[in-house]
Structure formats: structure tokens, C-alpha cells
């Protein structure tokens, strides 16, 4: 049987203990790492999951979104290149969610490098805040 991180590291009141120079560990049911620990992950706080901006989003959007969130490993002006949604969306897909996305106030299209043959260059924008 395998014990995963969380099992052995419990105190007597069942709360995990983590030392404070590691990242906390993801929950079993949230990973397949036996010891819990992600090197790639993406935070989206409750308030924006549940804003109108973000629920109203279709499935397609929401997706790229999630995508976009994790291949910007945490910085706000990201690059998101063909080959990391190819494999679930068209390109016309892509590019109807691309527009929603921005319609949304989610992202904006910081520097579009279509003619040079680059990956755009995407920004996060808080201005989803604002929707009504």
C-alpha cells in the first residue's frame, strides 16, 4: 500500500505540517504525485471564479483561460504559443475564445506578432472587475 506525503505528516489534530522553506503540498485527490508537490499549478481566487465575467464565459474560453493562467507560471505579460493549444482547440476556436477572453476583460492582447511568425504576447487585465 502506498502512503502518500499528507498521511505522514499529520499532527495529533489531523492538521498537515509543512515546513515553512517548502511549498505546501496538493491534496490527494488533487494530483497524482504521491508526495503532492506540482512544479506547474495556477491559483484563481474565489471571487473571480465566481464573477459574472468568469461564469459567463463558454466552456472553450474558460479553458484557454485555465491554460493561459498556467503557461504564465504567475506573471501578468505571458506568450502563448500555437503548440500549447493545438491539441484541444481549432484555430478559429482559439480565436473566437481569444476574443471573449478580451470582450470579458480577462486578458488583452498585449503584442501581436502574427507577421513576424511569433507567439503573441498576452497581458492579464483586472478590467473583468468592473463587468457587470
Keep these: 500500500m502506498l502512503v502518500s506525503y499528507h498521511e505522514e505528516q ?22 497524482t504525485k504521491i508526495n503532492g508537490a506540482e512544479e506547474r499549478y495556477i491559483r484563481m481566487g474565489n471571487s473571480q471564479m465566481l464573477h459574472p465575467a468568469v461564469l459567463s464565459l463558454n466552456h472553450t474560453a474558460y479553458r484557454v ?20 493549444w493545438k491539441s484541444f482547440i ?4 482559439f480565436q ?21 511568425r511569433k507567439p503573441n504576447v498576452y497581458r492579464f487585465s483586472a478590467a473583468w ?4
Design 10 to 31: 499529520k499532527n495529533a489534530k489531523g492538521d498537515y505540517l509543512v515546513p515553512k522553506n517548502k511549498k505546501t503540498p496538493f491534496s490527494p485527490w488533487e494530483t
Design 65 to 84: 483561460y485555465t491554460y493561459m493562467k498556467l503557461e504564465s507560471g504567475g506573471k501578468p505579460v505571458f506568450e502563448f504559443p500555437k503548440s500549447k
Design 90 to 93: 481549432s484555430p478559429s476556436g
Design 96 to 116: 473566437k475564445a481569444k476574443e471573449e477572453l478580451c470582450k470579458a476583460g480577462l486578458i488583452e492582447v498585449a503584442q501581436s506578432n502574427a507577421n513576424l
Design 129 to 132: 472587475r468592473d463587468a457587470k
